[in-house]
């Protein structure tokens, strides 16, 4: 083969790797949906450093065959939006209950 033909033989495998890891991600993100306990704009509660967090759940994150991991943005004590934060299992959220 040609130089030129195995940089577009490259650029096009490349092009199908990247095609099928954006599949790849979908469905992974579709089975963290499908496992998470809890949906998006729910309120959760988990234990953090200086006692209870709670949050908005915005997102999902499969941490290996079924952990899911929750993307969660924070609640201040006044009630305003804080920061993203990632909540795994482990930290054994649970619905907020006003």
Partial sequence: M????LRQEIQRLSQMLAEIETTRSKAKEALA???AS???GEIITWSGRSGNRRGEVIGYRL???DAVSYQVR???LDGSPGIEVEVQQ???PT???A
């Fill in 2 to 5: 040609e130089v030129e033909q």
């Fill in 33 to 35: 949906e499908k496992l």
């Fill in 38 to 40: 809890f949906q998006r």
């Fill in 63 to 65: 941490n290996g065959a």
């Fill in 74 to 76: 924070s609640v201040r």
């Fill in 90 to 92: 482990w930290k054994n």
């Fill in 95 to 97: 619905r907020w209950v």
